[in-house]
């Protein structure tokens, strides 16, 4: 979903992306809070939070970061 946001025309292209990393976490969260409701039948779970934020953070760092340092060197 990261990679999706960031190649939209949607951002400008700054350096770090961070508008796009908030988005992404907070749809996240909102999906998770939205399971925690009883017409959905899901349960809020805080580990699944944490592994959607962990494959924010992995994509952000192999789609943004690692390009950037490849270009440097």
């Not at 990679?3 to 988005?23: A, N, Q, T």
């Not at 749809?27 to 399971?35: S, Y």
């Amino acid at each position: 979903m990261f990679l999706g946001w960031k190649e939209s025309k949607i951002f400008k292209k700054d350096r770090f992306y961070l508008k796009c990393l908030l988005i992404v976490f907070l749809v996240g969260l909102f999906t998770e809070i939205l399971q925690g409701t009883r017409f959905i039948k899901r349960y809020f779970e805080l580990a699944d939070l944490l592994a959607n934020s962990l494959g924010i953070l992995f994509s952000y760092l192999i789609f943004v970061l690692y390009p950037l340092k490849k270009n440097h060197t």
